[in-house]
């Protein structure tokens, strides 16, 4: 939520006007064309929640590998700010891809939608190029007395577990366009008159997964419903994108200054042959991946994110890609692409602008306008005989990368009064855009971009594109049973079929579902509940399997668990989890001899693993051993040829102590599947509900530093899905992992009384603590300053950290709370900045911790 109850003014609610008075100041660069982006120094804080006006709220999406805020009010992203997680207090630096990269693909994003009422042409925007206009408000609190949020999730481990979830992170609001206060909706410079609404009510939710194959999206699912009393005429609608890349510590021109937009409708199809996959994708990224010199860094933007559309309300709708470049001070030199007029089609100018539209005619001329901008790198060459206007004055400039707003729309449809409509679209990240870190210097020609464009990789933006169609709807799958299961092909040139009766043996795929949304794809096992036990110099991990064991996959119907992996990190980037052990179950892969698509003869996986026991009982023998059979001694059995594999390493020993093992071996059955028939003895109560101790784990990490924190997680996965072609899936680190220190935890601390004590003591400016790898593990962006910390252990669960000079001065209070123990409850830091956000001097320092038992006084030494 925001509060900007300190703006004074007509407007003190409406929470950009404070970032308004600071948007653009010309630099004296090379990039003096365009503005100072938006604003800088304003700070965006909660709404204060009052009875009589709207809450504008935000949300995050953090499951899968893209971050992403989501606001209330038809807008995703942040305008470069940070906002608070309202679940984590992590901030939210509006769109970061990958997770926990810090490296930034957005500035802000909004819905369109125009239409026809009556004899009068209107338009309601999240926001757009000024962002003094926003037009969609929440109404009543929506998710409970406190938010306007909904969440649910298929996990079963999340509070918000729902039935009816979709995703593994749903989050659904409302908004409505219908506010007209002009304290909240201003009045519009460009058409002179307040805002009119169309008046439509938005239902929102969108949609994220972490699986292997969906992490890399997040869906949105749009229901647009007309609340008047009027038809709403040849309606588009839109989605507005503000794209900036840059890593947070380039958050200046620096940053986004130098991005291309462009627009991807098709890329070969990862079967190869002739086939080809319609992409339709619009697309922001880096112009040159942001190198350090002629080498990659982790402030390298090689990537890209983009939209893409998966569902509109019919199949025959007109769809246009524009782009412009916005300049706030200079209108002549604001710039878009634009088709020469023709009879048919005669030319129209925004007001003294040729790219930015101002005002509800001119929005709604490029929504509904059917065009296809060329790309941003093609700006400088001459278009002028396939219909476009010549090249701009500075097009060198802009080819080479700049600040770049886009469009992508659709329409037209009508909406009767009462009814409601739905949309789905794909916010859709890809990796490794830009392979080479000189390609963009050595390769680009403003006049010849061809080959720096051919050096850029599309294949993984087109590859999630694909999966983000194919999770909204299911090829091969008929939803609604009406023996229609989408579009089949074979990449060997002949035609398309639907529903053929030799779609196994032909070397064939599905590559579209049957038109009726799903919202759902194949997910490994649910992650184990864990929980961490600290000692000092040892974490003893235990995790809880109940529900990862026994819930059937999805698309099976069967339980296809395989087992535990035990990881370890240093930071909580993905990249940086280590495998410490495995555990899977002893089961092995069945090969057969046959004969493959297109005619020759190999060997092909089409069955599930086997247990050794299913295959002695099969071969009618008790002493099989699966593992003598290879494929070049396979085995014979009534004329058939096969061999086996294990499924994973089969490290199924659940008894050595060294490993991962059992925490009850003497329970040697589970408990019955009717969860009312469990007793008290049957369960262990360190979980909320309680779970069957048959299904505890344990795996212990010793001799570790206990002055840094660990980050460790246990994963479950599966075997996978041969005849989906589908691998193993496996859960991700990130999900369930746990931050501990291997300290005294805080229930022997305050049992036996310790004393709390400080480390590093002395701190010393030269001790090397960032290098050595003590400070700012995962924070390696920030300013030294920012990353110095002094850490208090055997602290108890609740208590008051006072810091003193030694004049008496306080100098900071640390609110230490944990009153149901748990994780880091033992331990809190300080980053040695003041109360006045000042940086501390050398000198030595009194600390006073307060707890309910007691007072305990001590002293350390800071050297800068």
Request: charge should be negative.
């Amino acid at each position: 939520m925001f509060d900007f109850s300190k703006i004074k003014g007509r407007r003190k609610v409406y929470f950009l006007t404070a970032f308004l008075i600071c948007l653009v100041f010309f630099t004296g660069s090379a990039r003096e064309l365009q503005p100072r982006k938006k604003w800088d120094d304003a700070k965006i804080r909660p709404w204060i929640s009052t009875a009589d006006r709207p809450l504008v709220e935000y949300a995050a999406h953090n499951r899968g590998n893209i971050q992403l805020a989501i606001a209330n009010n038809g807008t995703f992203g942040t305008y470069g700010q940070d906002i608070g997680d309202p679940f984590t207090g992590e901030r939210i630096p509006s769109l970061v891809y990958p997770k926990n990269s810090d490296i930034v693909y957005l500035w802000v994003g909004a819905f369109w939608i125009g239409a026809i009422v009556g004899r009068d042409t209107l338009v309601s925007t999240g926001t757009e190029d000024f962002y003094d206009n926003q037009e969609f408000w929440p109404g009543e609190l929506f998710g409970s007395d406190t938010t306007h949020f909904v969440y649910k999730s298929i996990d079963v481990n999340s509070r918000f577990f729902s039935e009816d979830a979709l995703s593994e992170q749903d989050i659904i609001c409302e908004y409505y366009d219908t506010l007209t206060d002009p304290s909240y909706v201003n009045y519009d410079r460009y058409d002179q008159r307040p805002h009119i609404p169309l008046n439509i009510k938005v239902t929102q939710r969108t949609m994220a997964w972490s699986y292997d194959y969906a992490d890399d999206f997040i869906l949105f699912d749009y229901q647009i419903k007309n609340i008047g009393l009027e038809r709403l005429s040849q309606v588009y609608m839109g989605i507005w994108i503000d794209g900036d890349v840059w890593h947070i510590s380039r958050n200046s021109e620096v940053g986004w200054n130098d991005d291309i937009v462009g627009f991807l409708r098709s890329h070969p199809a990862p079967e190869g042959g002739s086939c080809v996959d319609t992409v339709n994708i619009a697309y922001t990224a880096d112009n040159d991946g942001d190198p350090d010199g002629a080498n990659w860094d982790y402030r390298s933007a090689r990537d890209v994110v983009g939209v893409r559309v998966v569902r509109t309300p019919a199949e025959s709708l007109k769809y246009s890609y524009n782009w412009w470049i916005i300049n706030y001070y200079d209108p002549l030199k604001d710039f878009g692409p634009r088709r020469q007029p023709t009879t048919g089609d005669p030319f129209r100018r925004f007001s003294s602008r040729l790219g930015t539209p101002e005002g509800d005619r001119n929005k709604y001329y490029i929504l509904r306008h059917e065009e296809f901008d060329y790309d941003l790198i093609y700006t400088a060459v001459d278009h002028t005989t396939e219909g476009w206007l010549s090249p701009p004055e500075n097009a060198e400039t802009y080819a080479r990368g700049f600040d770049t707003r886009y469009m992508l729309s659709f329409g037209p449809f009508n909406i009767e009064p009462g009814q409601s409509l739905p949309i789905s679209l794909a916010i859709v990240g890809g990796t490794g855009l830009h392979r080479d870190p000189t390609d963009f210097e050595a390769l680009f020609d403003p006049h010849n971009p061809d080959i720096f464009y051919n050096s850029l990789d599309f294949s993984n933006l087109a590859l999630n594109a694909r999966w983000a169609s194919w999770i909204y709807d299911n090829p091969g799958v008929d939803t609604d049973g009406d023996d229609y299961y989408g579009k089949y092909r074979v990449c060997d040139g002949s035609p398309d079929k639907k529903n053929p009766t030799d779609s196994i043996d032909d070397g064939g795929h599905w590559y579209e579902g049957d038109g009726v949304p799903d919202f759902r794809g194949a997910g490994p096992p649910p992650s184990p509940k864990i929980r961490i036990i600290p000692s000092v110099g040892r974490l003893v991990i235990r995790w809880n399997g109940y529900y990862s064991e026994n819930i059937p996959d999805i698309f099976l119907q069967e339980i296809d668990f395989e087992g535990y992996r035990v990881y370890v990190a240093l930071d909580d980037r993905p990249s940086s989890f280590t495998l410490l052990r495995s555990f899977d179950r002893e089961d092995y892969n069945r090969f057969i001899w046959k004969q493959l698509p297109g005619g020759d003869m190999g060997w092909a996986l089409e069955e599930v693993p086997f247990t050794l026991d299913s295959l002695k009982i099969i071969y009618n023998d008790p002493n099989f051993d699966p593992t003598r059979f290879t494929p070049s001694q396979p085995l014979n059995y009534d004329s058939t040829l096969y061999y086996f594999e294990s499924q994973d390493f089969n490290a199924y020993d659940l008894l050595s102590p060294g490993g991962i093992h059992k925490v009850y071996p003497e329970i040697t059955v589970p408990p019955p599947a009717d969860s009312s028939q469990w007793t008290d003895t049957d369960l262990t109560y360190d979980y909320d509900p309680p779970l069957p101790k048959y299904y505890e784990y344990e795996y212990v990490l010793e001799d570790i530093l206990p002055t840094v924190p660990y980050y460790v997680s246990v994963t479950a996965f599966d075997f996978g899905s041969p005849n989906a072609g589908l691998d193993a899936l496996e859960t991700k680190p990130v999900n369930n992992m746990v931050i501990e220190y291997p300290l005294t935890p805080a229930d022997t601390v305050e049992a036996k009384d310790l004393d709390v004590y400080v480390y590093p003591n002395p701190y010393r400016i030269d001790g090397n603590y960032y290098e050595l790898g003590f400070e700012g593990r995962d924070s390696e962006y920030k300013i030294p300053d920012r990353m110095r910390r002094i850490h208090f252990a055997n602290l108890p669960r609740v208590c008051k950290i006072s810091i003193y000079s030694l004049d008496g001065d306080l100098i900071r209070e640390i609110d230490h709370n944990y009153p149901q123990g748990g994780p880091g409850s033992m331990h809190d830091t300080w980053d040695l900045i003041t109360r006045n956000t000042q940086r501390v001097v050398s000198g030595i320092y009194y600390y006073v911790v307060e707890s309910e038992t007691r007072t305990q006084i001590g002293k350390f030494v800071i050297i800068l």
